[in-house]
């Protein structure tokens, strides 16, 4: 095939008006075309002037060599990932513990080649925990095993259902062919900035299951993963407790992945117990940030375009002198701030966006880097205790009631306490308090967000508007743990996988979904 880049669309056309333009310019015959198909698209909006899609497009035509004379074309290979070689005994059912993205694709890994995998999940499938999570953001009534955090799908479910990711690995293309064989918009297999939505998702990841299960797999939901035995350094058994029925069952099993999330506070503090090898690591904390999406749309994309553009995001990063950094975090055009606590007594925001992504606000994370020299102790689990008291501070400052301590960017500037609302109403639910958000922040995270925001603002005009609202506290941007994993991809016990954000090996739906891919075919091959 040959890849035409750089092709510049200044209307809202159709791919197949794109692509009659295309032939049009090289001079080719529809009847020379055997395929193609649209491999990017993206919004350049550099230029506010000349703000216009950007295009490539992959086609398979006769006399190929005639067309790579031209300046933006050239040849491409198709990618074929290689067959998994099948080591593992079949009647081996690998159990997977959590069913987050690293957890589901490692178990459609495992069905794909003939393997029956068990998957533990402490939370309710998707459609019943979407009605806890509900029951959370309108009556305040907390259900720790099933919410933003855990249950079937895992904490991104819950979020913008962004599938854009830092690592560049060959079995991206394989994750969002999943998504869309599931039930995603094919769109995402070629938008520069592809994105699922919460609405979307939730049918998705039902899909996925009904799939797996079909497929021999099985699904064991409001079930707590509690211990595991050794026999050799091999892992060799587990136990799990319904949490409905209150009962205990052992599972014997050689292959464990360890699919956790980077919230099973628990279940780290377990693993640590039995001897498996963690370390703290690096991870993230700060605020939620709303501005109203049509600021955000006017600061992106300007005034002039006609184009019927998607509602604006940004990503922006400050290093102050001190050697901290502020960067922005899982952006939501058009979203809300959540409630995504998983303990009692604690406040934990995350943003969500609607796959429209048509809600008046935009709001993002606004984080400051945070190191295990930052910790009160060397012990591997020190960092919860970092994210857990930031939890419990912001609990008892929105009314220890599950309001959010919310305040204006002004205020927080100035140390003062806001007292009423400006242009911007807050979004999270069940409700807000207006607080000072100084007060329960450690010093060297209030002045870098003070100065990141300001910063943020040279780069993302209005982005330090004194109405914009900052909601806190924000603490599950990654993992505060790494449970250690050799070059196969096993723990220091053998049999056990460790997998995913959970385990500090991914950030985000992307690259979670690849590291499940990537250690079930290690499982299957060692």
């Known amino acids: 095939m040959i890849r035409i880049s750089n092709i510049k669309i200044y209307e809202d056309i159709s791919d197949e008006e794109v692509f009659n333009i295309i032939i049009k310019k090289y001079k080719m015959q529809k009847e020379n075309v055997k395929e193609w198909h649209i491999s990017k698209k993206s919004i350049d909006a550099r230029k506010k002037d000349d703000v216009h899609y950007s295009y490539c497009v992959d086609i398979a035509v006769k006399n190929e060599e005639y067309f790579l004379k031209y300046k933006n074309i050239s040849k491409i290979k198709k990618f074929e990932i290689n067959k998994i070689e099948l080591n593992m005994n079949k009647a081996v059912k690998p159990v997977i513990i959590g069913a987050g993205p690293s957890g589901l694709f490692a178990a459609l890994t495992f069905v794909q080649n003939g393997y029956e995998p068990i998957i533990i999940e402490q939370g309710q499938c998707v459609e019943d925990r979407k009605k806890s999570v509900d029951n959370f953001i309108n009556n305040g009534i907390l259900n720790t095993h099933s919410n933003v955090q855990f249950g079937e799908g895992g904490a ?29 918009p094919e769109q995402i297999l070629y938008l520069t900035k592809p994105h699922i939505g919460t609405d979307n998702l939730i049918n998705i990841i039902k899909n996925m299951r009904e799939y797996i299960i079909s497929k021999g797999g099985k699904f064991l939901f409001n079930t707590k993963f509690i211990d595991f035995e050794i026999n050799n350094n091999n892992i060799s058994s587990i136990t799990v407790l319904n949490l409905d029925k209150n009962l205990t069952e052992t599972i014997y099993t050689n292959t464990l992945i360890l699919a956790i999330g980077h919230s099973s506070r628990d279940t780290f503090q377990k693993i640590h117990e039995k001897g498996l090898l963690l370390e703290p690591k690096n991870f993230s904390v ?119 301590p919310v305040q204006k960017f002004g ?13 911007i109403e807050p979004s999270y639910k069940p409700g807000y308090t207006l607080s000072n958000l100084n007060d329960i922040m450690p010093e060297f995270v209030s002045k870098t967000l003070k100065e990141g925001i300001k910063y943020f603002d040279t780069k993302l005009h209005g982005f330090a508007n004194p109405d ?58 060692n």
């Open 156 to 184: 991104g479910t819950f979020s913008d259902g962004k599938l854009t990711t830092g690592i560049n690995s060959p079995y991206c293309k394989k994750v969002l062919e999943e998504f869309v064989k599931f039930g995603a």
């Open 286 to 404: 700060g605020v939620r940030i709303e501005h109203l999406q049509s600021e955000i749309n006017r600061a992106q994309y300007g005034t002039i375009t006609k184009l019927k553009l998607p509602s604006a995001d940004y990503k922006l990063a400050y290093h102050s002198t001190s050697g901290r950094s502020c960067y922005t975090f899982c952006m939501c055009p058009g979203g809300i701030v959540m409630p995504s606590s998983s303990e009692e007594n604690t406040i934990v925001t995350n943003g969500m966006s609607y796959f429209a992504r048509n809600g008046k606000n935009a709001n993002s994370a606004v984080l400051v880097n945070v190191t295990p020299s930052d910790f009160e102790s060397n012990n591997p689990l020190s960092g919860i205790n970092f994210q857990k008291n930031l939890e419990e501070k912001a609990f008892i400052l929105g009314g220890s009631n599950y309001f959010a």
């Open 411 to 423: 205020d927080f500037d100035k140390n003062i306490k806001s007292e009423f609302i400006g242009s």
């Open 468 to 525: 914009s609202i900052l909601t806190g506290m924000e603490t599950r941007s990654s993992s505060p743990v790494k449970i250690l994993r050799d070059e196969n991809l096993i723990s220091n016990i053998n049999g056990i996988y460790p997998c995913g954000e959970g385990a500090g090996y991914a950030g985000g739906i992307m690259s979670a979904s690849v590291d499940g891919i990537k250690c079930a075919m290690a499982a299957i091959k």
